[in-house]
Nanobody
Framework: VQLQASGGGSVQPGDSLTLSCSASGFTFGNYDMSWFRQAPGKRRELVAAITRGGTTNYIDSVKGRSTISGDSAKSTVYQQMNSLKSEDTAVYYC?????????WGQGTQVTVSS
């Protein structure tokens, strides 16, 4: 299993970013996938998840500002983030759980600062 995250960057408050996670090593679309983030000095937290059926869930702090989606043809999961805030600054990781094992991408840094 390999998860390759990209799309992070340094932006200003109010800007938008779309994170991508390219997946391989398993049948994409057969599993739930998630985005987590970890800010400096804080625990890693679940930000958004999409089930294999397409149901999405978000933490309250990003609801209305983020959209998680998947493209089976590209084996890629995305997270579009709008109206970014300084508190969104973190390393973002994509995640999948297969047969009880947790797999992580390498992380992509998002920095929101004026």
């Amino acid at each position: 299993v390999q998860l390759q995250a990209s799309g992070g960057g340094s932006v200003q408050p109010g800007d938008s970013l779309t994170l991508s996670c390219s997946a391989s090593g398993f049948t994409f679309g057969n599993y739930d996938m998630s985005w987590f983030r970890q800010a400096p000095g804080k625990r890693r937290e679940l930000v958004a998840a999409i089930t294999r059926g397409g149901t999405t869930n978000y933490i309250d702090s990003v609801k209305g500002r983020s959209t998680i989606s998947g493209d089976s043809a590209k084996s890629t999961v995305y997270q579009q983030m709008n109206s970014l805030k300084s508190e969104d600054t973190a390393v973002y990781y994509c995640n999948i759980v297969l047969d009880g094992k947790w797999f992580w991408g390498q992380g992509t840094q998002v920095t929101v600062s004026s």
